[in-house]
Nanobody, 126 residues
Framework: QVRLVESGGGSVQAGGSLKLSCAASGYPGYCMGWFRQVPGKEREGVASIGAQFGGELYADSVKGRFTISLDNANAKNTLSLQMNGLKPEDTAMYYC???????????????????WGQGTQVTVSS
């Protein structure tokens, strides 16, 4: 069973940057991705990347500001999310996830992901 551990959340002013990291113990499957959720709302897909051959997907709300990357050298899988130009509406709990299903390669939907981290809070103040 793959275990995901996130780090890097925190508080920042609007326009600032943060980098989230997720360490995966074991082979993650077809994709790894980042999701976010605020209380009372559904979990939202932010970005994803194919675990073997790359291929990045982004939510429209973060395109041009966020960059996802996966370092799978030396049998370690570390997923990162570089977040620039942060806005107050980016405030959320961010979750790292891994998917064993091929449909993760074409869309960032939480139903396609079967392994989740514990989450890390990102707060952006105006």
């Amino acid at each position: 069973q793959v275990r995901l551990v996130e780090s890097g959340g925190g508080s920042v002013q609007a326009g600032g940057s943060l980098k989230l990291s997720c360490a995966a113990s074991g082979y993650p499957g077809y994709c790894m991705g980042w999701f976010r959720q605020v209380p009372g709302k559904e979990r939202e897909g932010v970005a994803s990347i194919g675990a073997q051959f790359g291929g990045e997907l982004y939510a429209d709300s973060v395109k041009g500001r966020f960059t996802i990357s996966l370092d799978n050298a030396n049998a370690k899988n570390t997923l990162s999310l570089q977040m620039n130009g942060l806005k107050p509406e980016d405030t959320a709990m961010y979750y790292c996830a891994a998917s064993a299903y091929r449909d993760c390669l074409v869309a960032i939907t939480s139903g396609s992901y079967n392994i989740w981290g514990q989450g890390t809070q990102v707060t952006v103040s105006s």
